[in-house]
């Protein structure tokens, strides 16, 4: 793997260890409004995709027009839970220290909630400008804009970027973008086939820790 010009982080998974407080999250208010989801149900099906894309996969499950409340419901469970169960994944900070490369995040996730994170680890500001599939595109991942529309604002050829993802979604987005992909399993949400599920979206390379990324990137 070459060496990049500029990395692009995706935030859940990849800057903080968030997945499972996600998926747990939205699974108790699905369950609640009568569609039985548990916390891997939540992973396997909506993991890396903004809520705009995976609400009418709700819907088709639920059979009927999924409630406006149940992202109210599930953003403020996340919130709440943020302040005593998120933290950043493991080694990032040391990473980043590493690291002299341009840096941004592209990610599904609502500027608000990566701003809380990131707030919360003592990284804001530092990890580059912050790109939302929320707000800066309009299709989310698995299309490539959001991470095309990163590059081109960081004035960075795709080709001279890796992307770190750790959802076979935002793969294949970093794959169709033209970028070098690194397959992320260092999450507390990695379960048995992560690795090639996102080898199979076409990552190229994967990595389970960010001990791994700094070797593959250096």
């Not at 302040?83 to 950043?88: D, F, Q």
């Not at 980043?96 to 500027?111: D, F, H, L, M």
């Not at 680890?121 to 929320?134: C, E, K, Q, T, V």
Request: glycine share 8%; proline share 5%; net charge negative.
């Amino acid at each position: 793997m070459r060496q990049p010009e500029l990395i692009i982080f995706d935030y859940d998974g990849v800057v903080a260890d968030s997945e499972l407080l996600n998926s747990t999250a939205l699974a108790e208010v699905l369950t609640a409004i009568g569609l039985p989801t548990t916390t891997d149900d939540a992973i396997a099906r909506y993991m890396g995709r903004r809520w705009l894309d995976f609400r009418p996969l709700i819907e088709a499950e639920l059979g009927r027009a999924c409630p406006d409340e149940v992202v109210v419901d599930w953003t403020r469970l996340c919130h709440e839970r943020a302040s005593t169960r998120l933290a950043p994944v493991d080694g990032l900070m040391t990473f980043i220290e590493e690291r002299r490369q341009a840096r941004c995040i592209a990610s599904s996730s609502p500027p608000d909630w990566i701003e809380l994170g990131l707030s919360r680890f003592g990284l804001a500001g530092r990890l580059g400008p912050i790109f939302s599939a929320a707000v800066h595109v309009t299709r989310g991942k698995p299309h490539p804009d959001l991470f095309l529309h990163a590059a081109e604002a960081m004035k960075v050829d795709p080709a001279r970027t890796v992307v770190i993802e750790d959802s076979a979604t935002g793969v294949l987005a970093g794959v169709a973008a033209g970028m070098q992909v690194i397959g992320l399993c260092a999450g507390g949400h990695v379960r048995d086939g992560h690795a090639e599920a996102l080898t199979q979206a076409g990552a190229h390379r994967i990595a389970w820790s960010y001990d791994e990324v700094a070797d593959l990137i250096d």
